[in-house]
């Protein structure tokens, strides 16, 4: 049974740093592109970032480029979310998802071919 048990949750104010993490059991991480994802009541889930199977590619919002990095330890089986910089409209529910599915190495930007979720974990950045 594959599991993704997400740490890291947190308020914080506004230019701090947060790191979350995503332990992946039942599964390689190397068997999986991983991705960020937050959502914010009244809309869907957005793409934060995300990292290819192989661990060779990364992208990210737009907004979160040059603040935030996805990072993975193959040998902890754990991907990482380090945020830096963090504004008040930063502030969700981060969840951390894995695509079994996807055989090429690339990253999907839509929240529905994520088989695996996480449970969520709130990050707040006050003003």
């Known amino acids: 049974q594959v599991q993704l048990l997400e740490s890291g949750e947190g308020s914080v104010e506004t230019g701090d740093s947060l790191t979350l993490s995503c332990t992946v059991s039942?599964?390689?991480?190397?068997?999986?592109?991983m991705a960020w994802f937050r959502h914010v009541p009244g809309d869907e889930r957005r793409f934060v970032a995300g990292?290819?199977?192989?661990?060779?590619?990364?992208d990210y919002l737009g907004s979160a480029k040059g603040r935030f990095t996805i990072a993975r330890d193959d040998a902890k089986n754990t991907a990482y979310l380090q945020m830096g910089s963090l504004r008040p409209e930063d502030t969700a529910k981060y969840y951390c998802?894995?695509?079994?599915?996807?055989?090429?190495?690339?990253?999907?930007?839509?929240?529905?071919?994520?088989?695996?979720w996480g449970q969520g974990t709130q990050v707040t950045v006050s003003s």
């Open positions: 998802a894995a695509d079994s599915t996807l055989f090429l190495d690339s990253i999907r930007y839509h929240f529905e071919p994520y088989d695996y």
């Open positions: 039942g599964i390689p991480i190397t068997d999986l592109s």
């Open positions: 990292i290819s199977r192989s661990g060779k590619l990364t």
